[in-house]
């Protein structure tokens, strides 16, 4: 079925419906709809939706889905997701060729060439990727900063890798950045961090240190604290033993 000019115009492949200038033209493909002008124009892939200017334009992977103006222009994989203005490797040179790639969000993904197994949600988010895998961006510009650096995984509104080759960073929260290898949670206001329910300002390093980042005296052994609370200064250490009920031991260089 074909509505608009040139819709399906040289299609030879079957089941298909094209709405719009030229959707579907020369497409080859089989089980195609496409909505949008130049939608699947080219197209050779098999059981592709392609809605929206553009979308699928030359798409040559099976299964494809690409919804928004450019959305899997050029792709050549099956199963590329792209959902959102130039996505899933629509804006670099020659197309997406990752496989399991899903983009979802305003340019997310779009110069993805050869990154498997990426998965992008959210406005510009992995937006400069190109041949990094196993990514995991969700948030407005998150992990808008890798390039070749994969198995990153953030999450929130600019949450970022440090650099462009970053491999193996966790990030969950706003506008923060982490480098290889390294997990790192809050905000850049961030004063307090909860792990398993038991509140605590630390950093955990690898092998057998705990640091408590920041010193406090109690004001007296009736201070505020909750049970198994501890805190430090130059002099002592502080355990709440009850609800405000403090203990402490002296410490000493030795």
């Not at 020659?94 to 110069?111: D, R, V």
């Not at 929130?156 to 970053?166: F, M, R």
């Not at 929260?173 to 905000?187: C, P």
């Amino acid at each position: 079925k074909a509505v608009g000019a040139s819709a399906l115009a040289g299609n030879t492949g079957t089941v298909c419906t094209a709405i719009g200038v030229s959707a579907g033209e020369d497409n080859t493909g089989l089980n195609v709809c496409a909505f949008g002008s130049t939608a699947a124009q080219g197209n050779s892939g098999n059981d592709v939706m392609a809605i929206g200017l553009e979308a699928c334009l030359l798409n040559t992977g099976d299964y494809a889905t690409g919804v928004g103006t450019g959305a899997c222009g050029a792709n050549t994989v099956e199963g590329a997701v792209g959902i959102g203005y130039f996505t899933a490797g629509a804006g670099g040179a020659g197309g997406n060729t990752g496989t399991g790639l899903t983009c979802i969000g305003y340019l997310a993904g779009t110069k993805n060439t050869s990154g498997a197994n990426n998965t992008f949600v959210g406005r510009g988010s992995g937006d400069l990727v190109t041949t990094a895998g196993n990514n995991t961006f969700v948030g407005f510009d998150a992990g808008d900063r890798p390039t070749t650096g994969g198995s990153n995984i953030c999450i929130g509104s600019n949450a970022d890798t440090s650099a462009a080759s970053t491999t193996g960073a966790i990030v969950i929260g706003v506008g923060i950045t982490a480098a290889s290898n390294e997990t790192l949670i809050g905000t850049t206001s961030c004063t307090k961090v909860t792990l398993n329910g038991s509140a605590a300002n630390v950093v955990v390093n690898p092998g057998n240190i705990i640091r408590i980042a920041t010193t406090k005296t109690p004001s007296s052994a009736a201070d505020t604290g909750t049970t198994g609370d501890i805190c430090w200064d130059s002099s002592y250490i502080y355990v709440c033993t009850a609800t405000n009920t403090w203990k402490r031991v002296a410490i000493s260089t030795w």
